[in-house]
């Protein structure tokens, strides 16, 4: 009988962020996280920061400032920006 498998209960997700849209040319990075808390990153493309026109998600998550934060600093840096685009009171705590 064949070892049994055994799944990670938490997968790393990936969701691709756009500037705009062109998906080659807009593609700003990369959303990395996984079910059950585990520490959100996100990646921005070469290309984007190679674009004369390039802009950062936020002041604060420019690319320069992500790779300077330790992965606990970056996570809860990300954490907050979006948490900042969801609506506020009632509606946050019902999701």
């Known amino acids: 009988m064949a070892p049994e498998r055994q799944s990670d209960p938490s997968p790393t997700l990936s969701l691709a962020v756009y500037g705009g849209a062109d998906p080659d040319a807009d593609h700003v990075g990369t959303l990395h996280f996984a079910r059950g808390g585990a520490a959100l990153r996100f990646d921005y493309a070469p290309a984007w920061l ?30 907050d920006f979006l948490l900042g685009l969801l609506p506020s009171g009632r509606p946050l705590a019902s999701l």
Request: hydrophobic letters at 55%; charged letters at 20%; a negative charge.
């Open 50 to 79: 190679a674009r004369s026109d390039h802009f950062p998600l936020s002041p604060l998550l420019a690319a320069d400032r992500l790779a300077a934060m330790d992965t606990v600093d970056q996570a809860a840096a990300l954490q």
